[in-house]
Nanobody
Framework: QVQLVESGGGLVQYGGSLTLSCTASGTVFSISDLDWYRQAPGKQRELVAHSTRSGAEIYADSVKGRFTMSRDNAVNTAYLQMNSLKPEDTAVYYC???????????????WGQGTQVTVSS
């Protein structure tokens, strides 16, 4: 079974930076789209960044110019570089893949367990 594992969260001060990683474990053949979502307490989960395998990216308006998503397809890993962090960025950040091709077939709707990001003012 394929899993997405996030890491890199933590506590950071206003204006600081963090880099999150998301690695697919298991017998992964390829991953097409990879997304970062976040969910703040009492709020719905929202899309932060979307990427295709070719590298095309889309960002939520609230993070444009501050967050950058990148991927290393050779090691099935996505990154989210977060700069100029604000308290309103505080949330649990999740990695999501709509489809992951494995040696045993396709797995759909794969979510990571999430990593907490807390920005202090």
């Amino acid at each position: 079974q394929v899993q997405l594992v996030e890491s890199g969260g933590g506590l950071v001060q206003y204006g600081g930076s963090l880099t999150l990683s998301c690695t697919a474990s298991g017998t992964v053949f390829s991953i097409s789209d990879l997304d970062w979502y976040r969910q703040a307490p009492g709020k719905q989960r929202e899309l932060v960044a979307h990427s295709t395998r070719s590298g095309a990216e889309i960002y939520a308006d609230s993070v444009k110019g501050r967050f950058t998503m990148s991927r290393d397809n050779a090691v099935n890993t996505a990154y989210l570089q977060m700069n100029s962090l604000k308290p309103e960025d505080t949330a649990v950040y999740y990695c999501y893949a709509p489809k992951i091709a494995t040696t045993r077939g396709v797995e759909n709707d794969v979510w990571g367990q999430g990593t907490q990001v807390t920005v202090s003012s």
